[in-house]
């Protein structure tokens, strides 16, 4: 329960600052382009074959609209997230302000889990603020519903993921613009890992990837191993957060 | 039962001993000085007593609970002001005080947030920004917060520093009307006469060891110089006073006044000799920070 008021006051706080505003405003725009994009080059794509019905080539909503919309989402949020989540610990270690959670009567799980909430609140708003994308395309076309809600979902836990690595990355510093590079860094060797696929004969790395797992879902599939994937992602940096902070006790 | 108990508690940063072995009892409603130079462990002490730090050896104890073995309840009863209060600079104060009464479990958090306000007065400024309030404003909400949830012990570290003298007689003033309920105070300050001012005892750390826990006034009195005064001061009475054992100085203002410098306490031993001469007067002329000076003057050359 009382998780829930540190994410009261985590997505409060992020809403009410310069760099939550940012990400915002820069998100909507990217995204809105993107979208924008993706229908236009659908549509070009769709007029070529209509006049060339023999032409090679086939076009449907998965692979040329929303893949490419959906996985460019994720990718831009996760260089954007860690500049939400670089302050989530930092911040209170430079202020001195973990005191307050600390000498209080919860557990360093529940300051963990509440953090991780209101960050993931916030996301949700982000990504709520640019629904309309998918709505649209409810409206104006034929595309299945639940092709849309996966790839949404997708997003979102693709965020989830990069949320708890940088909420644990902030735990680990100080210092935002360190907590963010580490966030950064961790981020761009995910993504790495998908184009190592081809070198990699046992395929351990390309499971370590976010992308294949996150394409799986956009296409409408929902599989057990991609669900306990983002799980474990989840709950291992969460774990890992948690640790760092009882580890303060002792040190 | 006592209200704060530590037992041979020690921490340990890597190879450096913080503290070595504190014992002391503090009984509820106490109001008690902690002082020792920068250094002396007074921080590390009230850490591990709030639980925010774990002890490498010993046991401290809340209202009989043990710190390590139940954190969550001994937490509930600790109100803990620390050096750097823990203010968020993007809450109102009130915004902020609600959020602090909720962590610390208070069921109704609406009017204990106002009480509080009131208590230490911050009404007029309850709307603001934390950020943007003086620094006395400040440490009254970072003491609104500790106190919020009405707790059975008040932790407060250092916090006259910084202020004017004008803030520093209010929040001092704050400070010993809480101590006048059944709150117990464990106060750590330099600011020797606001302690000699509002504490009934004192703890003096020196180097991670507690070197003096008593009263006040038996605290100045101990070793340090007293001042007598003889109705008849003949010149024996200044040759057997000057033969006491722990007597290192003697000086004679005239008129029958003495002042005595003494090595360690010996006031009954001169009482004794002096009624012989009439002795009208026996008082310390040491002051808290006189004792303080003496007891921690180990030089920082001989400090691990």
Redesign the interface.
Known sequence: MKALYVAGREVTALLGSAIGWIVITAFSLVSGLVFFLAVYNYADLSEHLVARPYAEGSLNFSDNLLWPFFSFQSLFLLFLLPGITMRLFSEELRQRTLELLETSPISTLEIVIGKFLGAMSFVTILLALNGWGPLYLWLTSEVEPILLLCGMAGVWLASACIVSLGMAASAATSHQVLALVIAEAFAFFLLVLTGLEQLDSTGILSKLAITPHLEDLTRGLLRASDMSYFLLFIVFFLLATQQRLAIRRWT | MAMIEVESLSKA?GATLAIDGLSFVIEPGELVGFLGKNGAGKTTTMRIL?????ASQGTAKIGGLDVEQH???V??M?G?L?E?P??????TVRAYLR??A????VDNPKPAVETVIQRVGLAEVAHRLIGHLSKGFKQRVGIA?AIVHSPKVLILDEPLSGLDPAQRREIRDVVAELARGETTVLLSTHVLPEIEAICDRVIVLDQGRVVAQERIADLAARGGRVGLVLGRPQSAALDVLRNIDGVVELVDQGQGKLDLTLSHDVRAEIARVAVAFDLLELRSLDNLEDAFLRLTSTPDSERP
């Open positions: 940063y709030t639980g925010a730090l774990g954190p969550r309840q937490k509930a600790v803990y620390p750097v823990p203010l968020y600079v993007d809450m959020y602090a909720r962590l610390k479990g917060q």
